[in-house]
């Protein structure tokens, strides 16, 4: 439930500059506040209250005697937060009546912030009728805290009409917190899929992210990764998956890979996050990482090669790696070097051209034909094909576009006939109806699950049997003993 939001911090009038105040501005202070500069008697006991400043004596006592002069000389801020000590208990046991007559002080002098904290106490006094008032004064006069308060009123006493009202009042003032409610109470009525930058619900959502309303970008980025929301404005999406990327949202580093691999087609952008959702065991990312790895060229390398890091906060040197190793290809080139993955080693980066070209390409692993768009569910590798879901070709979250894929890797023979050995399933992979990436999904089978390998053909596939049900794999995905 929604709580009342009203303006109680001690250091409602300090700028951040104030936080970091120098002793020589201390000393200015002091002797501004003793020739009654009420701006800075104000500012030197919200200092003296938040212990940001050393002087001797009781900083409390000193603090509040400061405001309390400041506020006995007509200073509406002064007055204002007189009425945040008395409604805090600063000056002794907490006391609504005096910190109302306080807050009336300043409300009359023209500080509207004052006007939500006395409807706030008249709430509490359950003086619904003058709180409803206040609220609404508050907000005629610029404050959306009140109309947003007023809403929260209303809704708690069943008033939905007045309650919308008051909503859409508070976000057109610019409160984001009311409008992300509203365009989340949109969203419930918005039936035509999918959304787009014009839908009403996504203008609301991106209006509160833009003011700063972490929720409202947490929720752009969900629609746009499910595909519910497709949007053309590419620099807004990226802005907003960058932020929450920075401030730790491990699901927002997991778009950000599929937005640089489908948008950017930037492999070496992505990776380096995809290993961190990875890491932090985000739903998806493993299967979306082992998906791109099966679709690209497997090389076992012949000599020794350097592969450069692509970490641009760190310069670190190029790593070596022996012989023997066996890389998956990706065909990003940046000056005569293309970007590898060495998934055994956690090893990716720039590799140059020329040496690679004279590796071995693995004949037991060829790639996949790349997947029509896929949806990746969180917990089933479930990939659809075009005609079971319906996607648009403009959506950057799908993997890839419209790709024809030749008739031949339809249903491959098996050519090497294997009896009934038991192989291990080395990571989380389809299990599907035919050799063929756009064949019926049956299941999903995870690292561990042993099946029957009956056979495997030249195009990377494997028919194995598990749990008495027959069915196809990439042959990578299994170990066994030949």
């Known amino acids: 439930m929604l709580k ?3 303006y109680t911090s001690l250091l409602a009038a300090i700028s951040f500059s104030a936080l970091s105040i120098e002793q020589n501005e201390i000393i200015d202070l002091q002797q501004k506040a003793n020739v009654g500069d009420t701006s800075a008697q104000l500012l030197l006991g919200q200092l003296m209250l938040t212990k940001q400043v050393n002087v001797a004596g009781d900083l409390t006592e000193k603090g509040s005697e400061l405001i ?9 801020k002064a ?3 007189v009425g945040v000590l008395y409604e805090k208990g600063v000056l002794g046991q907490v006391d609504l009546e005096k910190a109302y007559i306080a807050y009336q002080d300043a409300a009359n002098n023209g500080y509207v912030k004052s006007l939500v904290n006395m409807a706030y106490i008249k709430e509490q006094q359950n003086d619904l009728i003058e709180a409803r008032n206040l609220y609404s004064q508050a907000g005629e006069k610029g404050d959306a805290l009140g109309y947003l308060n ?3 009123l209303e809704k708690r006493e069943g008033k939905t009409k007045q309650a919308e009202k008051a909503l859409i009042a508070a976000a057109q003032a610019g409160n984001d917190t009311a409008q992300y409610i509203y365009a989340s109470e949109l969203l419930k009525l918005d039936t035509e899929q999918p959304l787009n930058d014009a839908s009403p619900a996504i203008l609301w959502l991106k209006v509160a992210a833009k003011h700063g309303n972490s929720d409202a970008m947490t929720d752009l980025v969900s629609l746009y990764d499910r595909g519910t929301f497709i949007s053309a404005d590419h620099p807004f999406i990226e802005s907003i998956l960058n932020k929450l990327h920075l401030e730790g949202d491990n699901n927002a580093s997991f778009t950000l890979a599929k937005y640089y691999i489908n948008y950017y087609k930037s492999y070496s952008k992505a990776w380096p996050l995809l290993t961190q959702a990875i890491s932090n065991d985000v739903d998806g990312a493993l299967p979306y990482k082992n998906l791109i790895l099966d679709s690209k060229k497997v090389i076992t390398t012949e000599k020794d090669i350097y592969v450069a890091s692509i970490a641009q906060e760190n310069d670190l040197p190029p790593v070596l790696v022996k012989s023997g190793a066996r890389f998956n290809v990706v065909d990003e080139l940046q000056n005569g070097s293309v970007f590898v993955v060495e ?10 051209q020329s040496l690679l070209n004279a590796a071995r390409v693995n004949e037991d692993i060829r790639p996949m034909a790349i997947p029509a768009p896929v949806a990746i569910e969180t917990d089933l590798i479930d990939i659809k094909s075009q005609s079971e879901t319906e996607t648009s070709e403009n959506d950057p979250l799908e993997l890839q576009s419209n790709i024809e894929i030749d008739e031949e890797v339809k249903a491959q023979p098996m050519d090497r006939n294997i009896q009934k050995v038991i192989a291990v399933i080395n990571r989380p992979v389809n299990f599907r109806e035919n050799a063929h990436p756009q064949s019926n999904v049956i299941g999903s089978l995870d690292a561990g699950d042993e099946v029957a390998l009956i056979g495997l053909d030249d195009w990377g596939w494997a028919q194995v049997v598990h749990d008495g049900t027959a069915g196809f794999v990439m042959s990578r995905a299994l170990d066994y003993d030949d």
């Open 4 to 6: 009342k939001l009203i």
């Open 68 to 76: 309390l002069r400041a506020a006995r000389s007509g200073n509406p």
């Open 79 to 81: 007055q204002f937060m």
């Open 150 to 152: 007023l809403y929260i």
């Open 343 to 352: 998934d055994e080693l956690s090893v990716y980066g720039f590799a140059e």
